[in-house]
């Protein structure tokens, strides 16, 4: 393990573009994190290539951030894949973004099975939609519930959900 | 005649009625159903545990099934999802029943005021006693559920039926339907989305 963060950043860099040409990649470097943009069409596709080319072979992190509000921004969902490579120890950040209406993207637990409960929750709280995930359907809140509440469109004190249930009264109980 | 009674029994025999006699009985062995939610539960744990002892009090008596309970106590803040278990658990226990709301969540919601936590569980279901608190002292739970002793022993109950008459909220007024709607439909919301059903 001679090599130092920068060295292995780059050579991750090297192979990926290398094996996947046809797939724009941004890649940008803060602090020694190396991070890239991938359009969501080609995700599934990349993350395959994270995990087979360049030995990416566990998901830390799966999650996403609204831009709704956000100044200069120009996409609404970005979707953040946070990546380690057990046996050299690399970190890579691989991001996509998403817009209205199209909140589609396939599911990564094809790639890692740990995806699972991560994709499930940034459907609870996002209303991003996995396809080809095993067993999808909200993670944390009740089934019934409608909205996406870590939308920064959505109010914090809910739209009617606390108060919609039946009264119990002593008499009825 | 009377004094000869008096000679006789002395103070062996004394006379009441079948229901204040229950009613002590009663409030002397209470069995607590902790529904403990959040940190007001560890509170509750200490309360029953040796340093304070509630079974000085006879309710130490803790049972995890809802049908050996007749005192249902709400430690913690009840989130949305919770609340249909809760109200499920209440019906489920035998009658006479009481129930305490210990803590600031448990009563209002305390500090979470969002989406996801129940402002307050007396909105829908019954509360005979609220405990300030974040989190009440033991002292404080104690002093409720010598509160809800005397409560029951004045009360008074043959057969549990005296609860028929309180047949409504007992809590804040009922969140305005209109109001549910109007920010519903403000926020674009369907509807037809659907309701809560904690029975069936």
Request: aromatic fraction near 14%; avoid cysteine; charged fraction near 30%.
């Given at each position: 393990m001679a090599l130092d963060n920068t060295t292995v950043g780059s050579e991750v860099q090297i192979r990926l573009q290398s094996s996947l040409p046809d797939v724009a990649q941004t890649w940008s470097s803060f602090q020694g994190q190396e991070r890239v943009v991938v359009p969501a069409s080609h995700i599934l596709t990349f993350l395959k290539a994270c995990r087979?080319?360049?030995?990416?072979?566990?998901?830390i992190d799966l999650t996403c951030v609204d831009h709704l509000e956000m100044q200069g921004a120009v996409d609404r969902f970005e979707l953040v894949y946070c990546l380690l490579s057990v046996d050299v120890g690399t970190r890579l950040i691989v991001k996509t973004y998403l817009n209205e209406p199209n909140l589609t993207v396939p599911s990564a637990t094809q790639v890692w099975f740990g995806a699972d409960w991560l994709e499930r929750e940034a459907y609870d709280m996002f209303g991003i939609v996995f396809e080809g995930h095993p067993n999808f359907k909200r993670l944390l809140l009740p089934d019934e519930f409608v909205s996406f509440p870590l939308r920064k469109d959505y109010p914090q004190q809910g739209r009617g959900e606390r108060h919609n249930f039946p009264i119990i009264t002593r008499s009825k109980s | 005649m009377a004094s000869e009674v008096k000679k006789q029994l002395g103070d062996n025999i004394f006379l009441t009625t079948l229901d204040a006699a229950a009613s002590w009985a009663r409030s002397n062995s209470l069995w607590p159903m902790p529904f403990a939610t959040a940190c007001c539960g560890i509170e509750l744990m200490s309360t029953a545990a040796s340093r304070h002892d509630l079974s000085r009090f006879g309710s130490e008596v803790m049972r995890f099934s809802p049908r050996q309970c007749d005192l249902m106590i709400v430690a913690g803040r009840v989130a949305m999802k919770m609340l249909p278990v809760l109200q499920r658990i209440w019906l489920q226990m035998p009658e006479p029943k009481w129930c305490i709301s210990m803590g600031a969540c448990a009563c209002s919601g305390g500090v979470f005021d969002t989406y996801a936590v129940v402002q307050g569980i007396d909105r829908f279901m019954p509360v005979d006693v609220y405990i300030p608190g974040c989190p009440p002292r033991p002292e404080q739970l104690i002093k409720a559920i010598v509160d809800l002793q005397e409560m029951i022993k004045a009360g008074g109950?043959?057969?549990?039926?005296?609860?028929?008459?309180?047949?409504?909220?007992?809590?804040?007024?009922?969140?305005?339907e209109e109001e549910l709607i109007r920010i519903r439909e403000r926020n674009g919301l369907k509807l037809d989305s659907p309701k809560y059903d904690p029975v069936h």
């Open positions: 087979d080319v360049t030995g990416f072979d566990q998901l | 109950t043959y057969n549990a039926r005296e609860f028929a008459l309180r047949d409504s909220a007992e809590g804040p007024a009922r969140f305005d």
